[in-house]
């Protein structure tokens, strides 16, 4: 797992929390499956899709940067 992956799992639990949505949730906001998100958050998806990125970064209300900075 790369440190920006990190980076960016933390950054979604944390917007999310903020929000106070659940992964179920964002991956409907998101229009991607659960099962992605689950696997971003957990750093099994060391790289994810910069398409899928920004559908998380959108669906949280934040920029992609907001996601990818540490």
């Known amino acids: 797992m790369s440190k ?3 980076t960016i799992a933390k950054n979604i639990k944390k917007y999310r929390a903020k929000l106070g949505i659940s992964q179920d949730k964002l991956s409907k ?11 971003i958050e ?5 790289d994810p899709r910069i398409e899928t990125v920004k559908k998380i ?3 949280l209300g934040v920029r992609i940067d907001d996601l990818m900075r540490k």
């Open 42 to 46: 957990s750093g099994a998806t060391p």
């Open 4 to 6: 920006e992956m990190s």
């Open 57 to 59: 970064a959108d669906a």
């Open 29 to 39: 906001l998101a229009a991607i499956t659960l099962h992605t998100i689950t696997k």
